[in-house]
């Protein structure tokens, strides 16, 4: 497997941030040939944002390793067709993220938007998160993904179901020994929007934040396996987000008629 496999490592953190260090790390006890293409600084909650109109550079940092001043989705593209143009990687992997990346959160994730753009020229995409504590934002420990990150990796390489899907991984935020187990499971459709307004103690001045997480939450859904259960969750996302019972329920019924 590690003569076979060309895997592509980025994130929404930044080229120098302990997770993608971590993933790297996973991805080299996996495959001989890892490569690294990743935003110069932070674009956490970017999702699938492209820098269009607006020049880039490619930053070489080490024989393997590039950052870009752009979005994850940059990132792998420029990954995909410029840099492995001659060999295109055989996986994605996004993250590991620092903070859980669940729920209706993945729309709007850089970290699941690097998997994504995987899927779409062609390779396995596998998006993967640290959960931790956000009213501690300065403590989150990284054990359960160092040690079952290459195992659900693995895991998913050996046994993902066709090319597209992208995989949405997170670890739970206890002790790696602590882990219940691997789990597919959805993700958590809210009931509301979670994000909204918040003032700052500057005059004029306010945060787009999480408050509160909205309520009810399904049991069997991703938020509440990973954060009440200590699960490794792991959700297949599709990329084909048509509804096709919408379009068969209203075939025939529009009309531009009035």
Same mark, same amino acid.
């Given at each position: 497997m590690a003569d076979q496999?060309?895997?592509l490592v980025t994130n929404d953190d930044g080229v120098d941030a302990p997770g993608i260090k971590l993933l790297e790390k996973i991805a080299r006890k996996i495959s001989d040939d890892v490569w690294v293409v990743a935003p110069a600084g932070n674009q956490s909650g970017v999702g699938h944002k492209f820098t269009l109109g607006t020049e880039l550079s490619l930053?070489?940092?080490?024989?393997?390793?590039?950052a870009i001043e752009g979005?994850?989705?940059?990132?792998?593209v420029i990954g995909m067709t410029h840099v492995l143009k001659d060999k295109p990687a055989d996986i994605v992997l996004s993250g590991?993220?620092?903070?859980?990346?669940?729920?209706?959160i993945i729309h709007c994730s850089g970290t699941a938007a690097g998997a994504r753009e995987g899927v779409l020229h062609g390779a396995l995409g596998i998006a993967l998160s640290q959960s931790m504590d956000f009213s501690n934002e300065q403590m989150i420990g990284w054990e359960c993904a160092e040690r079952h990150g290459e195992a659900a990796i693995r895991s998913i390489i050996e046994n993902g179901a066709g090319k597209d899907v992208y995989y949405n991984v997170n670890f739970p935020r206890c002790a790696a020994d602590e882990v219940t187990g691997i789990e597919l499971v959805p993700h958590q459709r809210f009931s509301e929007a979670a994000f909204e307004y918040y003032? &700052? #103690?500057n005059d004029g001045k306010f945060f787009v934040t999480i408050l509160k997480t909205p309520s009810p939450?399904?049991?069997d859904a991703d938020c509440v396996r990973l954060l009440e259960h200590n699960a490794v969750t792991v959700t297949p996302v599709r990329m084909q987000? &048509? #509804?096709f019972d919408a379009i068969n329920d209203l075939q025939g019924k529009l009309s531009l008629d009035q």
């Open positions: 496999l060309r895997i930053d070489q940092r080490d024989s393997q390793v590039f979005t994850p989705a940059d990132c792998v590991v993220n620092r903070g859980q990346n669940i729920a209706d003032p &700052s #103690d939450l399904d049991a987000q &048509s #509804d």
